[in-house]
């Protein structure tokens, strides 16, 4: 499995944008960029994903290298929800998804 | 769309007992669906894929007598932890892939997780 490097944690303050990175420079032509969250006792949720160009939705704004060895995460107003476990998953298309350790985001009031 | 329902949301049981851990996809077909085990402060390690009406394949150092999965439905599949103990005490997560349709292509869709206590 091609594999993501992210930071461990990060902290911001509520209503500041957030820019979680994610390194993955092993990556194939062939592998999707997914991001999900997990929040306290919860199971993951889906927040985007990309494949080479930037993509935005209600969520989050995902902006990929030109060479596609990484990526960044945009939350454009952190809230106190958007505290959780962020993960960058690298994944081809059917297969399993494979979780790192992700990235601990705290948000501050 | 896209909603699993995983039940029950905790459960506490004796060391001995066995428990059973329901996934359900609520507005979509399931073809495929996933079991996870999370520890605390650490990441979801892949425990099984299940395919319905077939048998599970199971990750290694997964004991499949252990964990038996069954998924014999589109909508429905259960991990029951037999003859629990203390070290199975986890948070187990279920998964659905569902259909090519939509969204459904390229994301999965995760329950809620059950909080899995051995006392």
């Known amino acids: 499995d091609a594999k993501t490097t992210q930071p461990n944690s990060m902290e911001s303050n509520e209503e500041e944008p957030v820019h979680l990175p994610c390194n993955h420079s092993?990556?194939?032509?062939?592998?999707?960029i997914h991001w999900y969250r997990q929040l306290p006792s919860q199971g993951p949720e889906y927040v985007i994903h990309?494949?080479?160009s930037n993509v935005n939705n209600r969520m989050a704004s995902l902006a990929i290298a030109e060479d596609r060895k990484s990526s960044t995460l945009i939350l454009h107003r952190a809230t106190l929800r958007d505290a959780a476990v962020y993960y960058c998953?690298?994944?081809?298309?059917?297969?399993?998804?494979?979780f790192g350790p992700g990235t601990r985001l705290s948000v501050l009031p | 769309g896209a909603v699993v329902s995983q039940h029950p949301s905790r459960v506490i049981c004796k060391s001995g007992t066995s428990v059973k851990i329901e996934c359900r996809s609520l507005?979509?077909?399931?073809?495929?669906m996933f079991w996870y085990r999370q520890f605390p402060k650490q990441s979801l390690m892949l425990m099984a894929t299940?395919?319905?009406?077939?048998?599970?394949?199971?990750e290694q150092g997964v004991e499949k007598d252990k964990f038996l999965i069954n998924h014999a439905s589109l909508t429905l599949s259960t991990l029951t932890v037999t003859s629990a103990h203390p070290e199975d005490s986890s948070f187990y997560i279920c998964s659905a892939r569902g259909r090519g349709t939509g969204s459904l292509d390229y994301g999965y869709t995760f329950g809620s997780g059950t909080r899995l206590t051995v006392v």
């Open positions: 092993t990556i194939s032509g062939t592998d999707y």
């Open positions: 299940s395919n319905e009406g077939s048998k599970a394949t199971y």
């Open positions: 998953i690298l994944r081809v298309y059917g297969q399993n998804f494979v």
């Open positions: 507005d979509f077909q399931a073809t495929t």
């Open positions: 990309g494949l080479t």
